[in-house]
């Protein structure tokens, strides 16, 4: 277990800076798009494909982000009746699902990916198999921080909530 929650870390810390590079990319291309079109007055035509790839990954990264650090929105009404162990219980159940989630994301990725592959982006030309498998990354990623959390010892009861019940 010990070792599954180091690798989770470690995992989560290099989709944490590839998040926060792709944003950081992702506001170069559009500050380069509006100097482009506005300032020159010659916009370029892949600065747009860029920054919707770069997009996509800081949204799926920062989903599966929220996962393993649990900064989701929650409601807690019911959690909140419970004891103790039946915390631990409920927020163990809560990360199998969405475990599962994330394995049901691969598989609907996968043949998403499969659907479309061959296909390339209009303006840059780079294999949409490269877009489209974000969505399994982030699936896998989502499905280990799930199965992490959810062996955790003591479960994944949030700090200020785990007073509560």
Known sequence: ?????LLARGVATATRWSVA???AGM???IVYQVITRYVLGAASSWSEEA????FSWSVLGGLALGVHDGFHV????????????????????VDA??????LFLVWSAWR????TSGSVSAAIGYPTEILNALAIACGVLMALFGFERMLRPGGAVPDDEGSMA
Do not use: K, N, Q, W
């Not at 920054?51 to 770069?54: E, G, P």
């Not at 699902?97 to 994330?102: E, W």
């Open 1 to 5: 277990m010990r070792t599954l929650g």
């Open 21 to 23: 590079l792709a944003a």
């Open 27 to 29: 506001l170069g291309c």
């Open 51 to 54: 920054a919707v790839l770069l």
């Open 74 to 93: 929650r409601l807690t009404l019911l959690p909140d009746l419970l004891p103790s162990g039946g915390r631990v219980g409920y927020e163990r159940l």
């Open 97 to 102: 699902a969405t475990m599962a989630l994330g």
């Open 112 to 115: 998403f990916l499969d659907i």
